[in-house]
């Protein structure tokens, strides 16, 4: 076995517009979304101002991939701007800032996996077009049971969908 050492990515922020590029297109091919890249990443390379480059990806490329599903997802505009990326960013602090001393473990896998659960509706229904139906069937779910998680999440229902036949 040959090591191979991969300096993390916010030592690479030239990296960032090709891994956005490369996330948007096929994240846009698997969801039927179209394919849209943050213009704060468009031009090579990228600038200094950009959010997305100063961003410090403590969860790396992993978290840079969840980050453009999540502005596909969720911008409905055709154009990307820093503002779209900034919404969707989490704050940057250093580890363990902000949290209590003694938070419980428990607490952060319940939210990990409640912020999974919403990301994959929100998926879901995005590719799908706002169908609850075909987004249940898509997660595996009845419908009802999506119609409750969808509450516990506090996501919203498609406007235009809404009123799927009950």
Known sequence: MIPI?????????EDIPLLVEHFAARLAGETGLSPRRPEACAGSPP???????RHPFPGNVRE???LVERLLIMTPA???DAEHV???LPPSEPPGAGRPAQEPENGRLAEAVRRF???RIEAALAATGGSMTEAAARL???????YKKMK???VNPPADRARESA
């Open 5 to 13: 050492t991969v300096p993390p990515l916010r030592e690479r922020p």
């Open 47 to 53: 600038r200094p101002s950009s959010a997305l480059v």
């Open 64 to 66: 840079l991939r969840n």
């Open 78 to 80: 055709e154009r990307i």
């Open 86 to 88: 900034l919404a969707v």
């Open 117 to 119: 659960e919403q990301q």
């Open 140 to 146: 595996g779910l009845e419908r009802s049971h999506l």
């Open 152 to 154: 516990k999440l506090g």
